[in-house]
């Protein structure tokens, strides 16, 4: 079957601009997860959704940043006046349900570039 | 949150045994212990993951130690594409945080 999808692939976009990075899990998975991997860094944690509804908002690295899920599946992860130190991959990820028996499935990534 | 530890780098030889080594002193008795990897330029990929006995799946072997406060994952037979930054991961149960330590960068020999 078809596996986690990100879009768009790369985005380049100015400091100042909002960007959204779309993420459409695995059909069936009620647990999303976003991460961000900045340049030779390991993969940083933002937040997580068991349905609709994210309970721990912290990871995310500052109010510029949010997330929504709707319909218990497409995710769309928001950043509002972008900062170069905002520039990394943005990966997504899912799982049957958020325990940890489950192992996650990772998309390709937003490869984002703030200029 | 459970830290992980694990050696920067290892390298080992094509059709050879690799033996990752990971510790996880303060883990839980509830937290399962969690394998990805990371090809070159791709996400993640999940190896394997076990509780309190060793595992084994097509990818690899986990063999988790008695007290639970290291593991190891075993590929039995290195190939070039195995070469990846491996990713030992103590999944929290109840938590909501999911911990990436830096990883080991493997290196395989032709």
């Known amino acids: 079957g078809a596996g986690v999808s990100q879009s768009p692939s790369n985005k380049v976009t100015e400091k100042g601009k909002d960007v959204e990075l779309r993420c459409d899990p695995i059909?069936?998975?009620?647990?999303l997860y976003w991460y961000r991997q900045s340049l030779g860094q390991g993969l940083e944690f933002l937040i997580y959704?068991?349905?609709?509804?994210?309970?721990?908002k912290s990871g995310l690295p500052s109010d510029r940043f949010s997330a929504e899920r709707t319909g218990g599946s497409v995710s769309t992860l928001t950043i509002q006046r972008t900062q170069q130190e905002d520039s990394a991959v943005y990966l997504c990820?899912?799982?049957?349900?958020?325990?940890?028996?489950?192992?996650?499935?990772f998309g390709p990534g937003t490869r984002l570039t703030v200029t | 949150d459970a830290k992980t530890t694990q050696p920067n780098s290892m390298e080992s030889n094509e059709e050879e045994p690799v033996h990752l080594p990971c510790n996880h002193s303060t883990i839980s008795g509830t937290d399962y212990i969690h394998w990805y990897r990371q090809l070159p330029s791709q996400g993640p990929e999940y190896v394997i993951h076990g509780l309190t006995s060793n595992v084994n799946n097509r990818m690899a072997s986990l063999a988790i130690a008695e007290d639970r406060k290291s593991s190891t994952l075993i590929l039995h037979r290195a190939t070039l594409r195995d070469a990846a930054v491996y990713y030992c991961i103590s999944m929290i149960q109840g938590a909501q945080k999911l911990v990436f330590g830096q990883g080991t960068r493997l290196t395989i020999n032709p």
């Open positions: 959704f068991q349905g609709n509804s994210a309970p721990d």
């Open positions: 990820a899912s799982s049957l349900v958020f325990l940890a028996a489950y192992e996650q499935y």
């Open positions: 059909s069936g998975h009620t647990a």
